[in-house]
C-alpha cells in the first residue's frame, strides 16, 4: 500500500531500473564459461592433469577424410590429407592486451599438433586409422590437437573449421569432415542462443493472447506480461555482472526466460483477479487494492518464498552446474515477487477501472459463484470425495511406476541436434571406427611428484594395460569390442605424469560406455598396476558421467529433505495446521511422481511423441534433470497449492464450515489458477520443442507436471482430500500454539 500511495515515485525507480538493466543486457556479455569440476575419480584425475600438465586436458578435433574410390596409398589422397593439416597447424589466433598502458598485439598457435595415418609409419592394412568405406575407397581420420583449454579452444576453433570446410569444397571427390569437444561446443551454444529467441518470440504472443482471453481486455493482460519481462531483463542484467567473477552455465538464459514468464504472470494475474474481483464487488479502487494485496498478494510472497527455498536445494548438490542455474532461478523469481507487491500495486493504483480499457467482447466474464467446469466437478467430488480420491490417486501411482527403470545418464554425440554440424563427423567415425575417439578414457597415471613415469615398474604396468586394452579392441573378428584404437599416450615435461587416452567403442552415455569404463576400472587397472593402482585414476566424457550420477544419487536424499522440511515449515507457519503441510507435500511428490513416470515413457521408451516433439529416444533421461525438476516444480507446485489454500482459509476465518470453506476457494480460485496453469504449461512446452535434448526433457517434465497438479491434484485430490478430513484439516498440537496468527481474510 506504501507503493500505492507513492506510485509515480514507485514507477519512475522501476522505469529506470529496468532501463539501465537492458542498457546491462546489450554491454556486459554474460561470462558462460563455467567450469563443471567433476566429481569423484574422474575429478581428482583432472585436477592431477591440470597440476602437472599446467593446463586442462586439451580439445582435440577428428578431421574425417572419405573418397569413394581412393586408397590413402594413392598420392592424390596423401596430399589432400597433409596438405590440410599443414594448413590447419599454420593457423594463428590475434591478441591484443594491454600491457603498461600500451597495446601491444601477438599472435599465437591455434593448433597444437596433428596427427595422420601417415605420420604411424605402418602398412595400411595395420594402421588403426584406416578403414574402407562402402564403394571401395577409404576412409581415414586425423587427430588435431588445439592449443589451450577447452574454452580457448571454442574461441579459436571457427578458424579451424572454415579451413576444414574451405578443404572440403576445393578437394574434388572428398567428403571431408570435422567434429570434437571445441566445434561441439560452439555449434550447440549457437543453437541453445537460437533457441532462446525462438522461445522468447513464440512465448510472448502465445502468453499474451492467453491473458486476453482470460481477463478480456488488453490492457489487464498487458500488465502481467509486462511485469513478467521487466523481471526476466532486470534478472539478466544482475546475473551478467555476477557472471564476471561466477561463470554461469550456457543455459541460464532459458532458466531466466521459463522462471521469470512463470512466476511474474501468475503473481500477477492473482492479484489483479482479485483487485477486479473487489471493485465488481462494489469496493472502492482503494479498498479493492487493500483487499487484494492483503489477500492474493500475502499468498503469492509466501508462495514465492516456498518457490525460492526450494531452489535452494540445488546448493546442495555441490555442482556448479546445478548451483549457477539455481541462482539464475532465484535471482528472477525473487524479482517477481518484489514487483508483484511494489510496481504492480503501484500500476493498478494508478490505472484504476483503466485496468480494465480495451474490452473484447464475449470475454473475461466473471464465471460467477459455480467457478465453471470446475466448480462443476469440485461438486461432485465433494459429493462422493472416497471414490474419487482411490481412483485418481490409483492413476497417478500408476503413471508414477515407470520411474522404477529410470535410466539416468548424459546423452552424447548421439542425441546432439542436426544443426551442430559437428555431428555428422561423429557419425562417419561411428561407422567407420568408433565414437569414442573424440571422448576416450584417459587414464592419469602418477609417478609422484619425485617419482619417474619411466621407471620400468611403471613403464611395466602400463604396458600390460596396453596388452589387455588391445586384446578387447575393436577388429573384424570382434567388432563389438569394448575399446577403439589408436591408444595415445603423453608424458608431462617433469616426467612424473603420463596421459594414456584409450578410445571407448561407444557414446559416452550408452550403457556399453559406461561397462567399458567400469571394466577399466574395476579390472584392467587392477589387473595391470595391482596395489597402487590408485595411482591410475580414470577421467574423461563418460567417467565424468558416471561419477556426476553417483554424486547427484548420493545427494539427492539431502535435497529432498532440504526441500521438504522448508515446505512443511512454510505451510504449518502459514496455516497453523499439521495436516495441511503433510497433505500438500504427499499430493506435490504424487504430481512430480507422475511427471517422471511420463518423462520415462516418452524420452526414455519413445512412446508416441517422437514425431510430434522432433527427437529420437536414446533410452537415456539427463542425470541432472529430475533433481534439478523437482526443485523447481515442488516450489511451483505449491503456488497453486498456496493459492487455493489461502481462499479456503479466508473463508474458513469469515466463518464458513469446512465443506463451504473448500466449494468457496476452489470455485473463487478456480479460473485465475486454469488461466495461470494454461500459461505455465504453454511457457515450458515451448522449450520442449527446442533442439537441445536435455531442455526438450526439462520443458516436457515441467509442463507434466504443472498440467497434473493444476487438474487433477487442485480439483479433484486436494478437494477430496479435505473433504474426508473435515475439522481434522486444522489440527495443530498443543505444543505448537505459539506459532504466529497469519490471517488470510481482510
Keep these: 500500500m506504501w507503493s500505492a500511495r507513492h506510485r509515480r515515485v514507485v514507477l519512475v525507480a522501476w522505469v529506470v531500473i529496468v532501463l ?57 589422397y596423401q596430399e589432400t590429407v597433409q596438405g590440410l593439416m599443414e594448413n590447419l597447424s599454420a593457423l594463428r589466433a590475434v591478441k591484443s592486451e594491454g600491457v603498461g598502458g600500451t597495446r601491444v598485439v601477438s599472435s599465437t598457435r591455434i593448433v597444437s599438433g596433428t596427427t ?109 506480461l509486462a511485469l513478467a519481462l521487466a523481471a526476466v531483463v532486470t534478472a539478466s542484467s544482475i546475473l551478467s555482472l555476477i557472471s564476471q567473477a561466477y561463470p554461469l552455465s550456457m543455459i541460464y538464459s532459458e532458466v531466466v526466460l521459463l522462471m521469470g514468464l512463470a512466476t511474474g504472470i501468475d503473481y500477477a494475474l492473482f492479484v489483479i483477479t482479485r483487485y477486479r474481483s473487489g471493485r465488481r464487488a462494489g469496493l472502492s479502487e482503494d479498498e479493492a487494492l487493500r483487499v487484494a494485496s492483503g489477500t492474493s498478494g500475502k499468498a503469492v510472497v509466501f508462495a514465492g518464498t516456498t518457490v525460492l527455498l526450494a531452489i535452494c536445494g540445488m546448493f546442495l548438490v555441490g555442482s556448479a552446474t546445478f548451483s549457477s542455474l539455481g541462482l539464475a532461478a532465484i535471482v528472477v523469481v525473487a524479482l517477481a515477487i518484489i514487483f508483484s507487491v511494489t510496481l504492480l500495486p503501484a500500476l493498478l493504483a494508478m490505472l484504476g477501472d483503466n485496468v480494465d480499457r480495451v474490452r473484447i467482447p464475449f470475454l473475461g466474464r466473471p464465471s460467477g459463484e459455480g467457478g465453471g467446469i470446475w466448480g462443476f466437478i469440485s461438486d461432485r467430488v465433494l459429493a462422493r470425495p472416497a471414490v474419487f480420491a482411490a481412483v485418481t490417486f490409483v492413476i497417478l501411482l500408476a503413471a508414477a511406476v515407470p520411474v522404477t527403470t529410470f535410466n539416468l545418464g548424459f546423452n552424447g554425440a548421439k542425441a546432439l541436434p542436426k544443426a551442430v554440424e ?245 470455485k473463487a480460485t478456480a479460473g485465475t489458477i486454469t488461466s495461470a496453469a494454461v500459461i505455465m504449461v504453454a511457457v515450458a512446452l515451448v522449450f520442449a520443442f527446442t533442439r537441445n535434448i536435455g531442455l526438450k526433457q526439462f520443458g516436457f517434465g515441467l509442463a507434466t507436471a504443472i498440467l497434473i497438479d493444476a487438474t487433477i491434484i487442485r480439483s479433484i485430490l486436494l478437494p477430496a482430500s479435505m473433504k474426508l478430513l473435515g475439522e481434522w484439516n486444522w489440527y495443530l498440537p498443543s505444543w505448537l500454539e505459539w506459532l504466529p496468527k497469519i490471517q488470510m481474510a481482510e
Design 422 to 666: 559437428a555431428k555428422k563427423a561423429l557419425l562417419v567415425l561411428e561407422d567407420s571406427f568408433t565414437l569414442g575417439l573424440t571422448s576416450p578414457a584417459q587414464i592419469v597415471v602418477d609417478a609422484g611428484k619425485d617419482g619417474n613415469v619411466f621407471d620400468p615398474e611403471i613403464q611395466s604396468s602400463v604396458e600390460r594395460l596396453s596388452g589387455l586394452v588391445q586384446a578387447e579392441t575393436v577388429s573384424a573378428e570382434n567388432p563389438n569390442a569394448p575399446y577403439g584404437a589408436p591408444i595415445r599416450t603423453d608424458v608431462n615435461d617433469a616426467g612424473d605424469t603420463e596421459l594414456i587416452q584409450i578410445p571407448v567403442n561407444a557414446d559416452t552415455g550408452e550403457k556399453k560406455a559406461i561397462d567399458a569404463v567400469n571394466h577399466l576400472r574395476n579390472d584392467l587397472i587392477p589387473a595391470a598396476f595391482g596395489d597402487s593402482r590408485g595411482r591410475a585414476p580414470v577421467t574423461g566424457a563418460t567417467a565424468a558421467d558416471i561419477d556426476f550420477k553417483d554424486n547427484i544419487m548420493f545427494r539427492t536424499p539431502f535435497v529432498f529433505a532440504f526441500v521438504l522440511g522448508l515446505a512443511f515449515i512454510i505451510l504449518l507457519v502459514t496455516f497453523r495446521s499439521i495436516v495441511i503441510p503433510i497433505k500438500a507435500i504427499i499430493l506435490n511428490v504424487l504430481s512430480v511422481g507422475a511427471a517422471y513416470g511420463l518423462l520415462v515413457l516418452v524420452f526414455q521408451r519413445g512412446w508416441l511423441l517422437e514425431g510430434v516433439l522432433n527427437f529420437k529416444a536414446t533410452g537415456i533421461v539427463e542425470s541432472w534433470l529430475p533433481l534439478f525438476l523437482f526443485s523447481i516444480l515442488f516450489g511451483l507446485s505449491m503456488d497453486y497449492h498456496m493459492f487455493i489454500m489461502s481462499r479456503i482459509k479466508e473463508a474458513y476465518e469469515k466463518g464458513a464450515s469446512v465443506d463451504e470453506a473448500i466449494s468457496i476457494g476452489v
Design 20 to 76: 539501465v538493466s537492458l542498457g546491462a543486457c546489450t554491454a556486459i556479455s554474460a561470462n558462460t564459461n563455467l567450469e563443471e569440476k567433476a566429481p569423484g575419480e574422474s575429478g581428482r584425475a583432472s585436477t592431477l592433469y591440470e597440476e602437472r600438465f599446467g593446463v586442462q586436458s586439451r580439445a582435440t578435433e577428428i578431421v574425417v577424410f572419405s573418397s569413394p574410390s581412393l586408397k590413402v596409398t594413392d598420392p592424390a
Design 116 to 224: 595422420t595415418h601417415y605420420d604411424l609409419g605402418v602398412p595400411r592394412e595395420q594402421s588403426p586409422f584406416v578403414a574402407q568405406n562402402k564403394t571401395g575407397g577409404d576412409v581415414t581420420f586425423a587427430l588435431v590437437t588445439m592449443e589451450g583449454d577447452l574454452q580457448e579452444a571454442e574461441n579459436n576453433i571457427d578458424p579451424v573449421v572454415k579451413t576444414v570446410d574451405e578443404a572440403a569444397k576445393s578437394s574434388q571427390g572428398f567428403d571431408i569432415l570435422i567434429g570434437g569437444d571445441a566445434s561441439i561446443n560452439k555449434q550447440l551454444s549457437q543453437v541453445v542462443f537460437e533457441d532462446f529467441g525462438f522461445a522468447l518470440f513464440l512465448n510472448l504472443p502465445i502468453t499474451l493472447v492467453i491473458l486476453v482471453l482470460a481477463f478480456g481486455a488488453l490492457v489487464a493482460a498487458l500488465v502481467p
